[in-house]
């Protein structure tokens, strides 16, 4: 019997594989944009003070829109999509003007409060650098306006099925630093990092308005619209769940400058290394699928809506399990062909390749956990992935408050990738538990996934290991070269072992790789 996942299986597919080259796109500029701050100003503690500035503003951005695009947005403008075209820009419209107004009397707080906002939330640092991290909340708080209306457009864009330019939303983001820092640091020093972050959200939202040309929006008050309401009701779980992120991510930040001055600037250059494969699998995919599951959950069609889902989560393992592999085992030179220019040290270096080890154990965790609480968005049920998520939370500072003594800043590392794991094991029991989902195609599919991962690493550690002891000289090009060459044989033998192991996912990959440049 043929399901009707198999018929919007290939959709997903081909809407991931989209949204997946616009997250290359974003990847490939987010290292640029890391390399740039990396070369003009090192680990220094300017960057450490910009890195707890831009955790703050992200989280913020994220309690204000950015947590109810997946969440809320995209259900429930999909449903007005299918039904109401107009009523959709209606409830656009009243939404838009409401966050304008919220984000404005935020942004008036930030700027006039962001001195004793520094002295609570960098603690560790001097008074001298408390100064330099207000600074950064003042300049960097305009960009809220920027990314809060984006996120509002991009909801719109993805319940269309309109991928072409949202998918480049991130990366034109990045552009904005990658652009800005080397034009302003002679007159701006680190503070054209704040300037930054101000043009790539204004770049961002400029970037989405061709694919909104027939879209009416206007300035409205309508705040009675039963849409919004309907948003506030999925959205409460989810911003319960996101100020008790945002609490442990503030937590985070104030506990890392403890660790030492420059332990922001390593966790957020490792972390930037694993945001790539997370982007370019887990959030294409996952987007990607959002629609079609909340079609599927509102008919519904609950067969189709399993058999999606299934395919979806192996998807993201079969993709996410060799990249983790492969950071782990190439994680310094990847770290030395990324930041280690210009003001970015060797001991630099080494500290963050710590760090991603350490995060790259939970990589794949954190990327199966993307569909699971999606699979749960489409059905608008924000409620369960909230609890999960606070739980997790709880999980976070027993690990990282027992290791940040022994370990320092690895140990809130291995605080962040525990959360992960617990995240991710007790969404995957919940789903099975309330939708039946069938673990048996999945779980057919991990050990040969594993057994392909594992190998891969195996020839990856040996080859870079050859490479490096009697082959290479020292220096930049060698680094390059032990990464391509290493990456390289273990694609190869990824692919290979997962033809002969029977993996469907490469088959599906290939076939819309041909149907794309078949396309005129």
Known sequence: MLHNGDKTSPGIVRSAALLSLGNVSSRVLGLVREQVISYFFG?????????????????????????????????????YAEKDREDLWRLASALLTLIALLVAALVLSIEIAAVPLA???????????????????????PALFFLSFSSVLLAILYALKRFRFAALATAVYN?????????????????????????????????????????????????????????????????????VGMAQGLFDGRLATFTGPSSLAYMANATTLVQFPLGLVAMAVSYAALPTL???????????????????????????????????????????????????????TVATARALRVYAVGLTFAAVDWPLNYAY???????????????????????ALSLMGPLGMIGLVWGDTAKHFSHALMMTLLTRRDVRLSLREFGDAVPRIAVA?????LIVWQVSDALAARLLPQGLAGEVTIVVIAAAAGAATYLGLSALLGLEEPRALLAELKRRRSTP
């Open 175 to 243: 552009l904005g630093i990658v652009i800005g820092v080397p034009l302003l640091v002679g007159r701006f020093d680190a503070f054209s990092l704040a300037l930054g972050v101000v043009l790539g959200g204004l770049f961002q939202l400029l970037i989405l308005l061709p694919d909104l040309r027939d879209v009416r929006l206007r300035v409205s008050f309508y705040w009675r619209h039963p849409g919004l309401r309907h948003i506030a009701v999925l959205y409460f779980p989810v911003a319960i769940s996101l100020l």
């Open 43 to 79: 680990a220094s503690v300017y960057v450490s003070s910009f890195r707890l500035s831009d955790r703050v503003f992200r989280l913020l951005y994220d309690l204000i829109v950015g947590g109810m695009l997946s969440g809320a947005l995209v259900p429930v403008f999909s449903e």
């Open 377 to 399: 968005y489409a059905r608008q049920n924000t409620l369960t992935p909230t609890l999960v998520g606070i739980a997790a939370v709880g999980v976070y500072l027993v690990v």
């Open 294 to 348: 909340s079609r599927l959950a509102t008919y519904p069609d609950l067969a189709a809506y399993r058999h999606t889902l299934t395919r979806v989560l192996r998807l993201v393992l079969y993709l996410s399990l060799p990249a983790a592999v492969g950071l782990f085992v190439l994680a310094e030179p990847i770290v030395k062909v990324v930041f280690e220019h210009g003001m970015f040290t060797p001991a630099d």
């Open 453 to 457: 991962a594992l190998s891969m690493g």
């Open 119 to 141: 002295r609570l939330l960098a603690a560790g640092q001097t008074p001298a650098e408390q100064l330099v991290t207000a600074r950064f909340f003042r300049l960097m708080a």
